[in-house]
């Protein structure tokens, strides 16, 4: 059964990087896997998805441009580099798995997750 975990959240000042990483259990080269947020109160958001043999990578239009899904089969790891960082994408980031092929980035889309880390960033 797949697992996740996530690292690398944190805080840092709108204009700046993060990195976060997501470490599955299992290969996950024929999996879609994907990268969501949640900011308090609100409903969880679908930011990035990969589909990584065949290279299918989806951005949600919030992140697009500053944003880059990308992974590393070798270590079973999922990245998220996050550039030009603004205090609107602080939240709770979560990352998720599917063994079925996904085209779309809803919540319900992915049957296994992570148990998220806090980005913060500050104006």
């Known amino acids: 059964q797949l697992q996740l975990l996530e690292s690398g959240g944190g805080s840092v000042q709108a204009g700046g990087s993060l990195r976060l990483s997501c470490a599955a259990s299992r290969y996950i080269g024929t999996d879609s896997m994907a990268w969501f947020r949640q900011a308090p109160g609100k409903e969880r958001e679908g930011i990035a998805s990969?589909?990584?043999?065949?290279?299918?990578?989806q951005y949600a239009d919030t992140v697009k441009g500053r944003f880059i899904i990308s992974t590393d089969n070798a270590k079973n790891t999922v990245y998220l580099q996050m550039n030009s960082l603004k205090p609107e994408d602080t939240g709770v980031y979560f990352c998720?798995?599917?063994?079925?092929?996904?085209?779309?980035?809803?919540?319900?889309?992915?049957?296994?997750w992570g148990q998220g880390t806090q980005v913060t960033v500050s104006a």
């Open positions: 990969i589909y990584p043999n065949a290279k299918i990578i």
């Open positions: 998720a798995g599917s063994r079925v092929f996904q085209r779309d980035l809803r919540p319900l889309s992915y049957t296994t």
